[in-house]
């Protein structure tokens, strides 16, 4: 037991009117990871905060090598040795990739910042990391995963003995993930121990030893990874049995017609050529990379981007659609990939948002704004799409990212679509709350909507969608059928065959 | 009881000017003790008609503020807006039409200030603080820097006659518009959208909010705000001149965030606002009924504006963390 590096005992932490942690127990060992699984609001990052000393416990104790420590704040955890990748990035866009690096740590010479001894330790980090970016680049012109690259070779440049990865893959591509999981057996190897939060299985079942199960504050089990299966994983995480992860879905359109469809759409730069349709009760799949172009198709259906040319049809007939006023009045509603900046006032109330986008409903003949419809309205979507929340005044920032996710879709439902457009619908959301919103997608569905959903996670785009699109390089490439296809069918048409790293590389600097 | 706490809680963030009442009514004892003329029903009334010019010019800075926007130049507007009072006037125009002109005028003026933001893109503080010049500038080129007389019996009658022979003209004014303005931000399509535009921009051009259109708007709400103003000081003071209101714009902005309305946007009331704008117009009567120096003054004002921006701050980290 002398390699034990840390120990958390009975840590509990509570927040006003929640208890986010009620007596949890860690412990892990030199070289070990350990994944730390829960739903949202499991009490997970609440955990590793106050490893890292954003928190304070209400109560527990915390013993590193086995010593009592206290963690005030965030520079007692660095020099215990305790560094966090976080999962929202932490750069700074306007300074260097170096600066960034040495942020508050920065080599000195004569009392200045020694820059070139900067850039160098930062070269030597990447070299021995293998990563390939400059150390003179300005973090904002970095694509979003080479930030997040950057931002874990931050977290190593301390060379720490515990690191807390809060999903840090879920910004990287498959390349990079790759690279990461490298880095990481690299640093098991040399004795670091880690703690890795996600929600994607593969990853968890591929790089770590033991799995820690949280559920609302709860220690519910630890489990060694070799020995579990992701049903018994999801039985412990849910607090019940869940037979599938996708509900089915027993018809794959409603009529056979095209309910909506969009010819030789291009917006330099952004996407050529891009032909698409979908009839009603269909869901229709896009598949593609981040960067490949796939969120921008959909902002270009919108009316966000402005297209350079091509045509859209509803029902037959030409439309236009030049900007999000005009989209909502066609019945089209686009549920964003971010749902903090684009889909959300995080300090405005549950009501507020979800009756934003069809506010002129809820006017009375003197167009004043019908208080009680409103919180009907709301009342009715808060029950039918199970929101937890105390209240429907409640500001949606207190809110986990499942419930946040489900106020974004009722603020749709409400403008009674007819061509629904997803983005990411299930990114950063927990296994029972992903099930609930395909539920809805069907339901939509089976009303005759034509839904749209964009996603890069390929066991979901392949279970949720009748038909799937290709997207890379900012054009479709192919369409497959879901049921047939395979995941190494749809990479080998995203990487090519031949010059795969060429390829890939070009593609991640467009 | 988790559910209990919560809904307490809600209940405050909806209220948030419970803090400023409270705030307002300990002012009002403290003063009532220090000074036996401060609590007299004479003395109060006095004090709601001297607010009324800066608490109608907030009303209009809570919607600007509520979308994260400024507006510097109503003290300019308001100047102006006198001085065309003043010549419509003394060219012989009926007092209805006069009105009428005074408050295209400042409606026009604030659209110009949305415009100009809207079209090049140029952040309001900077348009503003251009257009405070022009505005005045204006009204100094006009009237050759010469006051104007005011003699209209009607005009003088809205700023200074007394209805029952009691209560202010300005009084009833500034409570009709507290609730016109309190109803058009809280309870129509337009308030609603100034708050999520406020809260969230791309969130509000997602659900296709003209953005543009509705700073536009605002703005000229500010304009007519300060044209109405405009009329009451004219009055007040019996005649136009353009080096008048110097600074309101100031005020105006520490009654709005006394009142808790964010100075970047997305939270606010006109309550809040009106109470915010009582305390500053309490203080300035109290302190002077105590005799306080006129400097003294300025640095209390002063104070209060840090407080004022502090408690915004506070109210705003707790209303973030999670």
Redesign the interface.
Known sequence: MTDTILKMKGIKKVFPGVVALSGVDLELEKGQVLALLGENGAGKSTLMKILSGSYKPDGGEIFIKGKKVEIKNVNDAKELGISIIYQELSLCPNLTVAENIYAFQEPTRFGLIDDRKMISMTQALFDELEIDIDPKAVVKDLSISNQQMVEIAKALSTKPDIIIMDEPTSALSSKETEKLFKIISKYKSEGTAMVYISHRMEEIFAITDIIMVLRDGQYIGTVETALTTSEELIKMMVGREMDQVYPHKDFSYTKDEKLFEIKNYTKNKFFYDINLYVRPGEILGLYGLMGSGRTEIAKGIFGILKKDSGEMCLHGKPVKVNDPYSAIENNIAFVTEDRKHEGLVLTAGVYENITMANLSSLLTKFRLLDTQKEINITEKQIDDLRIKTPSFKQTVNKLSGGNQQKIVLAKWFETEPEVLILDEPTRGIDVGAKYEIYKLMIDLARKGVGIIIISSDLPEILNVSDRLLVINKKRIIAELDPKSTTQEEIMTHIIGRGDQFGQAKQSDKE | M??L???I??RK??KSYNGVFLALIGLIILFSFLSPHFLQTNNLLTILAQVSIIAILAYGMTFVLMIGEIDLSVGSIVALCGIVLGVMLSSGQSAFVSIVIVLVVGALAGLLNGMISAKFRIPTFIVTVATMGIFRGIGYAITDARPIQIDNPFILYLGNGKIFDLIPVPVVIVLLLLIIAH?VLS???FG??A??VG??R?????????IKRLQMKIFMITGLAAAVSSILLSARLYSAQPNVAVGYELDAIAATVLGGTSLSG??GTVIGTFIGALIMGVINNGMNLIGMPYFYQQIVKGLIIIIAVYIDVRN?ER??A?
Do not use: C
């Open positions: 988790d559910k706490s919560n809904l809680k809600n963030i909806a109803v309870k129509t399509k609603r959208q708050k999520i809260g969230n791309v969130a509000a051009e997602y659900v296709g909010i003209n997305g939270y705003k209303l973030l999670k």
